[in-house]
């Protein structure tokens, strides 16, 4: 059974920074693209950041913010967040993909707030 466990997360203050770790377990196989999404109440999930053979792809509002690294092969990714802001404030789900199947992390709680 294919995994994504995920780690990180938490509560910060505005322009705090946080990390979020991805890594995949029970893989025989690299997956084509993993990558970062997140919901917030009432809000549909949305795409932050994926990332698929050393190319990387932001959602406009965490440009030059966020920061998607990692390594596909190896079944692994992170998300460091810098100069957060109360917007940013969701639930974090890691997301991966070998086509067709996809696969969801169980999501990590970032609150930004003062």
């Known amino acids: 059974q294919v995994l994504l466990v995920q780690s990180g997360g938490g509560l910060v203050q505005p322009g705090g920074s946080l990390r979020l770790s991805c890594a995949g377990s029970?893989?025989?196989?690299?997956?084509?693209?993993m990558g970062w999404y997140r919901q917030a109440p009432g809000k549909r999930r949305e795409l932050v950041a994926t990332?698929?053979?050393?190319?990387?792809n932001y959602e406009d509002s965490v440009k030059g913010r966020f920061t998607i690294s990692g390594d596909i092969n190896d079944n692994t990714i992170y998300l460091q967040m810098n100069s957060l802001k109360p917007e940013d404030t969701a639930v974090y789900y890691c997301y991966a993909r070998r086509w067709p199947l996809e696969h969801w992390g169980r999501g990590t709680q970032v609150t930004v707030s003062s």
């Open positions: 029970g893989i025989n196989f690299s997956f084509d693209v």
């Open positions: 990332l698929t053979s050393g190319v990387t």
